[in-house]
């Protein structure tokens, strides 16, 4: 079926846990805490003393008593600091706090003693990841999975900690053998799906999600065809039909950062802030939305308030071009020259024809007094302009 019969046929149908993993990929974990958040392993045989305290610890948490458990695990811990199920308890304990960076101490000192553990290693990137530290995360889940590739959990996590990070190909390749050698598995089809379509890859993209896409609400398909016609450079369309999805369940993960997109790129910028900002309220971890937001905010002159959604930006994707500059711009009109010198060349390397950077590389140069830096961007500015016009023009 091609897209755009599919994008016709309103016979499509998917779920609503199905969709948040297309639209919104972060949310393929949400199945994985559902089966596995942070699990506890069981009391070890110790002396009678210690195994008393382990127990009424476990218990103190089985109440609700995560501060009382906290203190008597770190108790038993300073008689047995080897200990490790108290030690991965105390981290369980630590995430359930919200304490994630004592809860990732806890699981590395587990590690050490238990290095073989799958389900510490697992616990230990499910903390980084709800520190949003996704490039951390994976490479935890790629360690597991040299030794345990059936584990299901750190596939679909990892797959996610990719699309997070605009690691599109790095998810392809990750996902494509399982697709291929595998029965249906929807999270697989859903991710892989995704990454073909955002590594330009439509043909082959739209084939897997062809194939997925059943058992929906009217809101589900809408928003999903919106997310399509959002792709093919529709966005005037895709804003109506989300607005449509959004109507129908203003709870569609995803909705709104696709909709403040959609507003943005069809130029009714007012709309989309308030459509990003939505989002940010549902997922503060959004990349797109951080951008966007903090991009619109900066660009009208509002850097103190911008600074902090382009900074998250950077945080969650930092091999984004575009992120470091807009950032690299944020501390260049802030008056940041040093910071923003590092910022924007970095883009340069990264991205050498990416003809704003060198423009702002420019301004930035003339305002530190290093003027034949500045005149040899201005020239690079003239040079790819040129190369565009030349570019445009159809060949005689």
């Not at 009382?68 to 030690?87: C, K, N």
């Not at 966005?235 to 993960?253: F, G, W």
């Not at 711009?329 to 910022?343: F, I, M, T, Y």
């Amino acid at each position: 079926m091609s897209l755009g019969t599919a994008l016709r046929n309103r016979n499509w149908r998917t779920s609503y846990r199905t969709l948040w993993h297309l639209i919104c990929p972060c949310a393929v974990c949400f199945s994985i805490f559902a089966l596995s958040e942070f699990s506890a392993p069981q009391a070890p045989a110790h002396t009678k003393d210690p195994e008393a305290i382990f127990h009424e610890a476990e218990e103190a948490f089985q109440r609700g008593e995560v501060q009382r458990a906290i203190g008597l695990y770190q108790e038993l811990l300073r008689a047995q600091p080897d200990s490790v199920p108290a030690r991965t308890n105390l981290a369980v304990a630590f995430a359930h706090e919200g304490r994630y960076e004592e809860a990732v101490s806890q699981y590395k000192e587990a590690l050490k003693r238990a290095p073989e553990n799958p389900g510490i290693l697992l616990n230990l990137a499910l903390a980084r990841y709800k520190q949003a530290n996704f490039e951390q995360a994976a490479a935890d889940l790629e360690r597991l999975r040299a030794k345990h590739l059936e584990n299901r959990q750190a596939l679909y996590l990892l797959a996610d900690c990719y699309l997070r990070l605009g690691k599109n190909r790095d998810a392809i390749a990750l996902l494509q053998p399982v697709y291929d050698a595998g029965p249906e598995d929807r999270t697989v089809d859903f991710a892989l799906g995704m990454a073909l379509l955002r590594d330009g890859q439509v043909q082959k993209g739209e084939i897997i999600i062809d194939r997925v896409l059943k058992n929906g609400g009217p809101g589900e398909v809408d928003l999903l065809i919106g997310a399509a016609q959002l792709a093919a450079g529709d966005a005037k369309t895709a804003a109506l039909t989300l607005r449509k999805a959004l109507d129908a369940n203003p709870a569609l993960p995803g909705g709104w950062s696709l909709y403040g997109k959609a507003l943005l790129d069809s130029g009714d910028p007012g709309s989309a802030k308030a459509a990003l900002q939505k989002a940010l309220q549902a997922d503060p971890n959004d990349f797109e939305a951080n951008l966007y937001l903090g991009g619109m905010l900066r660009h009208n002159g509002g850097t103190t308030e911008a600074a902090p959604y382009l900074k998250k930006a950077l945080f969650l994707r930092p091999a984004s071009v575009e992120a470091r500059f807009q950032v690299g711009v944020l501390n260049l009109e802030e008056g940041h020259l040093e910071e923003a010198r590092k910022d924007l060349e970095q883009v340069e390397r990264d991205s050498p024809d990416f003809q704003e950077a060198h423009a702002q590389l420019a301004v930035l140069y003339a305002r530190m007094k290093r003027l034949d830096d500045s005149k040899r961007e201005r020239d690079i500015v003239l040079q790819l302009n040129e190369k565009a016009r030349e570019q445009r023009e159809p060949t005689k």
